[in-house]
């Protein structure tokens, strides 16, 4: 390990003989001493005691807005308390579900003057009382102060006291020391037990091993002096004896766990912890006893490390679900195997009500009673939710004794409530129940309680995107055209795909205007970015455009009003524009760009073409930009295809490629309805799905006319 350099050695040595005191006055277990450096950011772990490097090597580094006691304590200048797994849990899920383990914690800060300096954690075993006596809080308090008056002065003096890029160790003083004779007798002891025995220190390695204990491990002193017995012996490998290694060391409580010797010897180990290291007795199994598997050792039992680690992956995947379906889904897919449920269900908080938003192992019918249950209704999951305190029912005679008139589903005898709190906000309630009775031991309730927690984290987000998703839906709704009106001699179709990021929320649009009987304007832009800003500014262009050309105003002279107005806004977002003056009686179009991508046009011999129109600014750019038009021919049979970038914009593809492509695509397709083409164009774009820009599409067929003048009609727009 880096030792510290010496300036920050000499410094940090002031604070070794305190922190020892304090250790031993307040009798903690494990302690930690926090500098916070003068960026201000993260506070970082500079001494530890009664424990390893590799078991606090997690916790050096600490944002200073992140939610632990720590950091709570530095904030408000107070101890911080915490009395049970349990409530680490409910108040810290993140630290509850890192720390699985039985203890209790106390954090205060180092203060000085009106600053904050760092802070120190304390470790005790469940054993412990309830409550520090006011004899540990008072030396608590001294040390505290006196390392703030410490800090803070080494600060003034121009030389703050800073953690090195590791933390001090400070190993245990021995209990008692022994002579040479003596220490050959304890030898000789050991030597003669019948069961192996060996020591491991703090840090996990071995220190000594009787020949029994090689015997059953099948490994000689070369291969364990020095070494964790999970890294050396390649049949311990895996989380288990890690797993209670740190437990034993964090909760000074014994813990076991028994491990298969290929190929069919099972060896029972048994860790007990002190100040010093670890005493682990290993023995074997008889032959013919029943073997662990045989017991049906349910999921997540003290000792087996699925339950946490199906929790750390179900944290990881409730990063990635996006609405409250994913979110339940997830739930169902990821608990179930590790927890062993056989009915599950999630609710969340809807205006005072609880909705049933994912179940499994529950019959509809029976569920329909609860859901939209009031949070005034008495009943376990209103309770767990309103009160935030969870309740667990060990049988049915448990539960039948808290509610009376309570419906019971099946034979099931066990059943755990547990509250979706996030930031102080009740989100919902998660029911878990069983066939058989579960004790529910505390390792395990705390572990719910941590897995709540983190659930209810990804409810709130997951609520927050489903409002948010159905907002930036009916906003765009609102900003596109409902429906196109129909113009004499136009056959038209019209696609949008939003994008896929952000809101949802997309600056691409289109519009279809008619000017008169026998003329329409069709128009297609693309505003700058995907939220809320775009759309609104999309919605601005869009009504400018509409109101110019409703007035049978001129393609270029509508961009170059439309451009004015957008200047004059000075919104910071730039927007092509395409704008096409149709008139089928006459065979005739024509068509000014701001910008835009090119239109295609399919002659009724199919004959494709991509028409390049004089290149112009964006708008929003000059005030004064000029936007000139140009004149086509728009004969019966022509089509006229107007897109924006989505549609043929791929990373690492090049624009013009893709654009012949579509073209080329265009004069080969044999659709005969505008609303099949517009399909097949959209399916030829391989857009991915979801996409990371929006699409609009517009397709125009001049037809021959057949209504006459004055007829009026819609035709549908699909989105």
């Given at each position: 390990?880096?030792?510290?350099?010496?300036?920050?050695?000499?410094?940090?040595?002031?604070?070794?003989?305190?922190?020892?005191?304090?250790?031993?006055?307040?009798?903690?277990?494990?302690?930690?001493?926090?500098?916070?450096?003068?960026?201000?950011?993260?506070?970082?772990?500079?001494?530890?005691?009664?424990?390893?490097?590799?078991?606090?090597?997690?916790?050096?580094?600490?944002?200073?807005?992140?939610?632990?006691?720590?950091?709570?304590?530095?904030?408000?200048?107070?101890?911080?308390?915490?009395?049970?797994?349990?409530?680490?849990?409910?108040?810290?899920?993140?630290?509850?579900?890192?720390?699985?383990?039985?203890?209790?914690?106390?954090?205060?800060?180092?203060?000085?003057?009106?600053?904050?300096?760092?802070?120190?954690?304390?470790?005790?075993?469940?054993?412990?009382?309830?409550?520090?006596?006011?004899?540990?809080?008072?030396?608590?308090?001294?040390?505290?102060?006196?390392?703030?008056?410490?800090?803070?002065?080494?600060?003034?003096?121009?030389?703050?006291?800073?953690?090195?890029?590791?933390?001090?160790?400070?190993?245990?003083?021995?209990?008692?020391?022994?002579?040479?004779?003596?220490?050959?007798?304890?030898?000789?002891?050991?030597?003669?037990?019948?069961?192996?025995?060996?020591?491991?220190?703090?840090?996990?390695?071995?220190?000594?091993?009787?020949?029994?204990?090689?015997?059953?491990?099948?490994?000689?002193?070369?291969?364990?002096?020095?070494?964790?017995?999970?890294?050396?012996?390649?049949?311990?490998?895996?989380?288990?004896?890690?797993?209670?290694?740190?437990?034993?060391?964090?909760?000074?409580?014994?813990?076991?766990?028994?491990?298969?010797?290929?190929?069919?010897?099972?060896?029972?180990?048994?860790?007990?912890?002190?100040?010093?290291?670890?005493?682990?007795?290993?023995?074997?199994?008889?032959?013919?006893?029943?073997?662990?598997?045989?017991?049906?050792?349910?999921?997540?039992?003290?000792?087996?490390?699925?339950?946490?680690?199906?929790?750390?992956?179900?944290?990881?995947?409730?990063?990635?679900?996006?609405?409250?379906?994913?979110?339940?889904?997830?739930?169902?897919?990821?608990?179930?195997?590790?927890?062993?449920?056989?009915?599950?269900?999630?609710?969340?908080?809807?205006?005072?009500?609880?909705?049933?938003?994912?179940?499994?192992?529950?019959?509809?019918?029976?569920?329909?009673?609860?859901?939209?249950?009031?949070?005034?209704?008495?009943?376990?999951?209103?309770?767990?939710?309103?009160?935030?305190?969870?309740?667990?029912?060990?049988?049915?005679?448990?539960?039948?004794?808290?509610?009376?008139?309570?419906?019971?589903?099946?034979?099931?005898?066990?059943?755990?409530?547990?509250?979706?709190?996030?930031?102080?906000?009740?989100?919902?309630?998660?029911?878990?129940?069983?066939?058989?009775?579960?004790?529910?031991?505390?390792?395990?309730?705390?572990?719910?309680?941590?897995?709540?927690?983190?659930?209810?984290?990804?409810?709130?987000?997951?609520?927050?995107?489903?409002?948010?998703?159905?907002?930036?839906h009916t906003l765009q709704t609102g900003l596109l055209p409902k429906a196109l009106p129909s113009v004499p001699g136009l056959d038209v179709a019209a696609r949008y795909l939003p994008a896929r990021q952000g809101m949802d929320v997309g600056g691409d649009f289109y519009d279809?205007?008619?000017?008169?009987?026998?003329?329409?304007?069709?128009?297609?832009?693309?505003?700058?970015?995907?939220?809320?800003?775009?759309?609104?500014?999309?919605?601005?262009?869009?009504?400018?455009?509409?109101?110019?050309?409703?007035?049978?105003?001129?393609?270029?002279?509508?961009?170059?009003?439309?451009?004015?107005?957008?200047?004059?806004?000075?919104?910071?977002?730039?927007?092509?524009?395409?704008?096409?003056?149709?008139?089928?009686?006459?065979?005739?179009a024509r068509l000014a760009t701001a910008g835009h991508p090119p239109p295609l046009l399919r002659h009724p011999d199919g004959h494709t073409e991509i028409l390049r129109l004089p290149p112009c600014l964006l708008l929003g750019i000059d005030p004064n930009a000029a936007y000139?038009?140009?004149?086509?021919?728009?004969?019966?049979?022509?089509?006229?295809?107007?897109?924006?970038?989505?549609?043929?914009?791929?990373?690492?593809?090049?624009?013009?490629?893709?654009?012949?492509?579509?073209?080329?695509?265009?004069?080969?397709?044999?659709?005969?309805?505008?609303?099949?083409?517009?399909?097949?164009?959209?399916?030829?774009?391989?857009?991915?799905?979801?996409?990371?820009?929006?699409?609009?599409?517009?397709?125009?067929?001049?037809?021959?006319?057949?209504?006459?003048?004055?007829?009026?009609?819609?035709?549908?727009?699909?989105?």
């Amino acid at each position: 390990m880096e030792q510290p350099t010496a300036a920050v050695a000499d410094g940090l040595e002031r604070l070794v003989d305190p922190f020892r005191c304090v250790m031993q006055n307040v009798s903690a277990s494990v302690g930690g001493i926090y500098l916070l450096p003068p960026d201000g950011q993260v506070v970082r772990l500079a001494m530890v005691s009664g424990a390893s490097w590799r078991i606090a090597a997690p916790w050096t580094r600490v944002a200073t807005d992140a939610s632990t006691p720590l950091t709570d304590a530095m904030r408000e200048h107070r101890l911080v308390w915490v009395g049970s797994q349990e409530e680490m849990a409910s108040r810290y899920p993140k630290m509850g579900l890192a720390l699985p383990y039985d203890f209790m914690l106390a954090a205060a800060p180092f203060t000085g003057g009106t600053s904050v300096w760092g802070g120190v954690v304390f470790l005790w075993p469940m054993w412990h009382p309830p409550q520090l006596c006011p004899r540990e809080h008072d030396a608590i308090d001294a040390f505290c102060h006196g390392t703030g008056v410490l800090l803070q002065r080494a600060s003034d003096q121009g030389n703050p006291l800073l953690p090195a890029s590791e933390p001090q160790i400070l190993h245990p003083a021995r209990s008692r020391t022994t002579g040479w004779a003596e220490t050959l007798e304890v030898v000789e002891f050991v030597e003669r037990l019948p069961v192996g025995c060996c020591a491991l220190d703090l840090d996990g390695r071995i220190t000594f091993y009787n020949a029994a204990a090689a015997d059953l491990l099948g490994a000689g002193a070369t291969d364990l002096i020095g070494t964790r017995p999970w890294e050396t012996v390649l049949w311990l490998q895996g989380p288990v004896f890690e797993e209670r290694y740190r437990a034993a060391v964090l909760s000074r409580q014994p813990t076991s766990f028994t491990a298969l010797r290929p190929p069919d010897q099972w060896l029972t180990f048994q860790l007990y912890p002190g100040t010093s290291g670890i005493s682990v007795h290993i023995t074997a199994r008889p032959a013919g006893q029943e073997t662990p598997a045989a017991h049906g050792r349910s999921p997540a039992e003290p000792g087996d490390s699925t339950g946490p680690h199906s929790l750390m992956h179900l944290a990881a995947t409730l990063t990635e679900a996006v609405g409250v379906n994913d979110v339940a889904d997830l739930v169902a897919e990821q608990l179930v195997p590790a927890f062993g449920p056989q009915g599950l269900a999630l609710m969340v908080n809807d205006e005072g009500r609880l909705r049933i938003v994912g179940h499994t192992g529950y019959s509809s019918e029976f569920l329909d009673r609860y859901d939209g249950a009031p949070l005034t209704a008495d009943t376990p999951p209103t309770h767990a939710l309103t009160t935030g305190i969870p309740s667990f029912f060990t049988s049915f005679q448990d539960f039948r004794r808290a509610y009376p008139g309570a419906v019971r589903y099946g034979s099931r005898n066990a059943w755990a409530f547990l509250p979706l709190i996030t930031s102080g906000h009740p989100v919902g309630a998660l029911v878990l129940s069983y066939d058989q009775p579960r004790p529910f031991p505390p390792a395990e309730r705390a572990i719910l309680v941590s897995l709540a927690g983190l659930i209810a984290q990804g409810l709130d987000r997951a609520r927050l995107y489903d409002a948010t998703h159905q907002l930036a839906h009916t906003l765009q709704t609102g900003l596109l055209p409902k429906a196109l009106p129909s113009v004499p001699g136009l056959d038209v179709a019209a696609r949008y795909l939003p994008a896929r990021q952000g809101m949802d929320v997309g600056g691409d649009f289109y519009d279809l205007i008619r000017c008169d009987a026998t003329t329409a304007t069709a128009a297609i832009g693309d505003v700058q970015g995907h939220n809320v800003t775009a759309a609104a500014l999309m919605g601005q262009v869009r009504t400018a455009v509409h109101a110019h050309a409703t007035l049978g105003t001129a393609p270029g002279e509508v961009l170059a009003r439309t451009n004015r107005l957008m200047t004059d806004l000075d919104p910071g977002l730039f927007t092509s524009c395409l704008i096409a003056h149709l008139d089928p009686a006459h065979h005739h179009a024509r068509l000014a760009t701001a910008g835009h991508p090119p239109p295609l046009l399919r002659h009724p011999d199919g004959h494709t073409e991509i028409l390049r129109l004089p290149p112009c600014l964006l708008l929003g750019i000059d005030p004064n930009a000029a936007y000139p038009a140009t004149d086509i021919r728009f004969r019966p049979g022509t089509v006229l295809v107007l897109y924006t970038d989505g549609l043929v914009e791929t990373p690492g593809a090049d624009i013009d490629d893709a654009t012949a492509a579509l073209a080329q695509q265009l004069a080969h397709a044999e659709e005969s309805t505008m609303d099949d083409l517009a399909d097949t164009l959209i399916h030829y774009s391989g857009r991915p799905t979801p996409c990371n820009d929006d699409i609009a599409l517009l397709l125009i067929q001049a037809t021959p006319i057949q209504a006459t003048p004055g007829q009026t009609g819609e035709t549908d727009s699909r989105q």
